[in-house]
């Protein structure tokens, strides 16, 4: 793995956040690739020894694994502009949200092996959750593409079926925990914390949450179960978030998200 030469075709939020990533694993910047028009968006990478340029063709010359993380609209015209580089020695991910593996593979030569890979920008810090789907991958490749984002934080592999599902709750729940997080946030100052103050609080307890299911494996209630007693603030709390329609207006997003995608 470590002399396969890495492609990012698509410097953006995600295609840096892999970078960044890959980098924090100790992973050989001049081995990596990032590509973008505006070149000097990438000027960090540039720093830690990445290969920026915004020449896709010389990126996909250099590299074995080409990583895909354009706009949708943008990528079958890439494709195309790299057709005649792209051979079936090259592994090719996308982590393109609503491009299935069937329309990428009218972009390439059928042999060449396609992955689609859903992260999160979480894969900055090496905690993203990546949903990994393929109809044509070796083994080899597979575990290739398992290896790369595992260093990202942890994979799974699903049926590409849910890729859109993957794509609501693990990418745009970033930002709906983020907006709760916003939320608390305000919340606590309120009540009496300074900004700096509450966000710590608000934080650190949104981590401590997620790493008690985590490690413990236990239901979320089983969990607020421990925090709420009889008459007491918390399941007061609770009940009037509920009354307010809390736990309803998530699943609404939820869905209004994945309908948005599949329109």
Do not use: W
């Amino acid at each position: 793995m470590n002399h396969d030469t890495i492609a990012i075709i698509g410097g953006g939020n995600l295609g840096k956040s892999i970078a960044q990533g890959l980098l924090k694993q100790h992973n050989n910047p001049s081995q990596i690739y990032v590509t973008r028009n505006k070149i000097e968006l990438l000027n960090d990478l540039k720093a830690q020894g990445v290969q920026v340029t915004s020449n896709n063709v010389e990126a996909v010359q250099q590299s074995k694994i080409l990583i895909f993380a354009l706009k949708p609209y943008r990528i079958e015209s890439v494709l195309k502009e790299l057709s005649a580089y792209i051979t079936p020695a090259h592994l090719i991910i996308s982590v393109i949200s609503d491009f299935s593996l069937e329309q990428l593979a009218t972009c390439v030569n059928s042999n060449i092996e396609i992955v689609r890979a859903m992260p999160n920008t979480a894969a900055a810090i090496g905690e993203s959750l990546t949903c990994l789907a393929s109809k044509n991958a070796s083994s080899e490749n597979m575990s290739k593409t398992k290896f790369i984002f595992d260093a990202l934080g942890e994979t799974i592999e699903i049926n590409e079926s849910l890729m859109d599902a993957a794509t609501v709750l693990g990418a745009c729940g970033i930002a709906y925990v983020l907006r709760f997080i916003r939320a608390m946030i305000q919340g606590g100052i309120e009540i009496g914390f300074d900004a700096k103050t509450a966000t710590k609080i608000a934080s650190q307890t949104v981590k401590g949450a997620s790493e008690l299911l985590l490690q413990n494996g236990n239901h979320p209630e089983e969990e607020i179960d421990k925090v709420t007693t009889p008459k007491g603030c918390t399941i007061a709390g609770l009940n009037e978030m509920e009354h307010q329609g809390f736990s309803s207006s998530l699943i609404k997003g939820i869905k209004t998200s994945i309908e948005t995608i599949q329109k």
